[in-house]
């Protein structure tokens, strides 16, 4: 088994490639032999790693081997691809699993293992082999005194950013890790910030992957990087909505991708196969919304808005709130929901500068009152147990009430009663819309009641009996 920090499987080739090629003039290095071990002692004590078991001569003679073995490929056929070895491979893996433990890395960064690993995935002509060496690094990565000192090799830094760019797969979705695991330690996520914010093909890669690629281990990485750039870096975020098409793109603006564009196909991508990944690109659309600059992009007529509007709304209504589910499974959903109606208040106030404004779907309006009406049915099932608040629920909640408000303030006649007619509106979800309503938005829920007076004068004197305002 591969040793991996979260233990993904291994995935699968794929036949595209993105546009950003990888060069760089570090990539033409040797690689560096490892530091001779003192003495060559041969004693088993002296021999263990840490308090290990792996031997350190072991440890010493495969990365030699390794060294030995991409050079003299390299000197008999510089371009054709290289070979494997089931031995080496084997023995590699077992260096990647040896990784994992914090005695093994540290041990690896006191030989210089980041510079030996550079060397190789320089001069390397086997996708397999690369997508290892990365691997390993990755394992060293996620100790933050081996994390500190592998992140300040520049050499090291520019490579992996340059390998988002591979045609490979597998050693995309190791350098994804790898990248994910250092911007989530705090002594060293600011350097990396800085290095991706001046290496202008990182957007374009981690695009092309989100829109183009079919792995979903790999648009699932990717995605939880993009997510936690965004989260840490707003200005990051802004510059990568703004950008333009640039040279290296082909001027022509044809290549140029666009972000939530981006991030939308990979969520379609993961709806049915990646429920977590699906949230954590919902996650990066919520937080375009918190932002001017992605706002504008989701307001502009020919935008992503709409189609991200279609797409939420769908997995809302289909996926994640069926008429007939048990008030648990708004338990169960709660983090996804409150990321899907985030994102659907947002690009609801700016559905008037779309092309093709629609009215708000009777499905979408149901659901929202259904969700109103399980948290509060449950809110009162608690009461009367012990006194317990959960946030993410109590978020949800907040964030339905003020879209309601929001549709409710302008809501039609005709809408009000296709609700009625359709079952969306019956005496239990009505008296839930008041009670939703009237704390802090008294005008939403007037005009609401105003229009229920007209097209159910009956229903609208159960409500106004227990909601007079």
């Given at each position: 088994?591969?040793?991996?920090?979260?233990?993904?499987?291994?995935?699968?080739?794929?036949g595209?490639?993105?546009p950003t090629?990888?060069?760089?003039?570090v990539?033409?290095r040797?690689?560096?032999?490892?530091?001779?071990?003192?003495?060559?002692?041969?004693?088993?004590?002296?021999?263990?790693?840490?308090?290990?078991?792996?031997?350190?001569?072991?440890?010493f003679?495969?990365l030699?081997r390794?060294?030995?073995?991409?050079?003299?490929?390299?000197?008999?056929?510089?371009?054709?691809?290289m070979?494997l070895?089931?031995?080496?491979?084997?023995?590699?893996?077992?260096?990647?699993?040896?990784?994992?433990?914090?005695?093994?890395?540290?041990?690896?960064q006191e030989?210089?293992?980041?510079?030996?690993?550079?060397?190789v995935?320089?001069?390397s002509?086997?996708?397999?082999?690369?997508?290892?060496?990365?691997?390993?690094?990755?394992n060293?990565?996620?100790?933050?005194?081996?994390?500190?000192?592998?992140?300040?090799?520049?050499?090291?830094?520019?490579?992996?950013?340059?390998?988002?760019?591979?045609?490979?797969?597998?050693?995309?979705?190791?350098?994804?890790?790898?990248?994910l695991?250092?911007?989530?330690?705090?002594?060293v996520?600011s350097?990396?910030?800085?290095?991706i914010?001046?290496?202008?093909?990182?957007?374009?890669?981690?695009?092309?992957?989100?829109?183009?690629?079919?792995?979903?281990?790999?648009?699932?990485?990717?995605?939880?990087?993009?997510?936690?750039?965004f989260?840490?870096?707003?200005?990051?975020?802004?510059?990568?909505i703004?950008a333009?098409?640039?040279?290296?793109?082909?001027?022509?603006?044809?290549?140029?991708?666009?972000?939530?564009?981006?991030?939308?196909?990979?969520?379609?991508?993961?709806?049915?196969?990646?429920?977590?990944?699906?949230?954590?690109?919902?996650?990066?659309?919520q937080?375009?919304?918190?932002i001017?600059?992605?706002?504008?992009?989701?307001?502009?007529?020919?935008?992503?808005?709409?189609a991200v509007?279609?797409?939420?709304?769908?997995?809302?209504?289909?996926d994640?709130?069926?008429?007939?589910?048990?008030?648990?499974?708004?338990?169960?959903?709660?983090?996804?929901?409150?990321?899907?109606?985030s994102?659907?208040?947002?690009?609801?106030?700016?559905q008037?500068?779309?092309?093709?404004?629609?009215?708000?779907?009777?499905?979408?309006?149901?659901?929202?009152?259904?969700?109103?009406?399980?948290?509060?049915?449950?809110?009162?099932?608690?009461?009367?147990?012990e006194?317990?608040?959960?946030?993410?629920?109590?978020?949800?909640?907040?964030?339905?009430?003020?879209?309601?408000?929001?549709?409710?303030?302008?809501?039609?006649?005709?809408?009000?009663?296709?609700?009625?007619?359709?079952?969306y509106?019956?005496?239990?979800?009505?008296?839930?819309?008041?009670?939703?309503?009237?704390?802090?938005?008294?005008?939403?829920?007037?005009?609401?009641?105003?229009?229920?007076?007209?097209?159910?004068?009956?229903?609208?004197?159960?409500?106004?009996k227990?909601?007079?305002?």
């Amino acid at each position: 088994m591969d040793g991996r920090c979260d233990g993904a499987d291994e995935v699968e080739d794929e036949g595209s490639s993105s546009p950003t090629a990888l060069h760089s003039p570090v990539m033409d290095r040797n690689p560096s032999p490892p530091p001779d071990i003192a003495g060559g002692e041969e004693d088993g004590d002296l021999d263990a790693i840490g308090d290990t078991v792996y031997s350190k001569h072991w440890l010493f003679s495969t990365l030699t081997r390794l060294i030995h073995m991409v050079t003299e490929h390299s000197e008999v056929d510089f371009e054709g691809q290289m070979q494997l070895p089931d031995d080496d491979e084997e023995d590699l893996c077992r260096v990647w699993d040896m990784a994992m433990d914090k005695d093994v890395a540290g041990f690896l960064q006191e030989f210089k293992a980041a510079d030996i690993l550079l060397g190789v995935i320089a001069k390397s002509r086997c996708p397999r082999l690369t997508e290892i060496c990365v691997g390993i690094l990755g394992n060293i990565a996620c100790f933050p005194d081996t994390c500190l000192t592998l992140s300040q090799n520049d050499d090291l830094g520019a490579v992996l950013l340059l390998l988002l760019g591979d045609a490979d797969p597998p050693t995309i979705l190791e350098t994804s890790r790898l990248l994910l695991t250092c911007v989530s330690q705090k002594d060293v996520c600011s350097l990396w910030l800085q290095r991706i914010k001046q290496q202008t093909s990182v957007r374009s890669n981690l695009c092309f992957i989100m829109c183009s690629s079919t792995n979903t281990d790999l648009i699932e990485k990717v995605g939880e990087l993009v997510d936690k750039l965004f989260d840490l870096d707003e200005e990051l975020m802004k510059s990568w909505i703004t950008a333009q098409p640039s040279e290296e793109e082909g001027g022509d603006g044809e290549s140029h991708l666009d972000v939530a564009s981006c991030l939308l196909e990979a969520a379609k991508q993961l709806r049915s196969e990646s429920p977590n990944g699906l949230e954590v690109y919902l996650h990066a659309l919520q937080l375009l919304t918190t932002i001017d600059e992605g706002i504008q992009s989701f307001a502009a007529p020919d935008g992503p808005g709409k189609a991200v509007w279609d797409f939420i709304c769908d997995v809302v209504c289909e996926d994640l709130c069926q008429p007939n589910d048990l008030p648990v499974v708004l338990q169960e959903q709660k983090s996804i929901l409150v990321q899907a109606f985030s994102v659907l208040h947002a690009l609801y106030r700016c559905q008037d500068q779309w092309c093709s404004k629609r009215d708000t779907s009777l499905p979408l309006i149901g659901t929202i009152l259904r969700v109103l009406q399980y948290h509060r049915e449950g809110k009162h099932d608690s009461a009367s147990k012990e006194d317990t608040s959960d946030e993410q629920l109590q978020a949800l909640a907040e964030i339905t009430a003020e879209f309601l408000a929001d549709i409710c303030i302008q809501i039609p006649r005709d809408t009000v009663a296709d609700l009625v007619a359709k079952g969306y509106l019956t005496e239990k979800t009505s008296l839930t819309a008041a009670s939703s309503l009237v704390p802090n938005f008294k005008t939403s829920f007037q005009h609401l009641q105003s229009m229920l007076s007209e097209t159910d004068p009956q229903l609208a004197d159960v409500v106004r009996k227990q909601f007079p305002v």
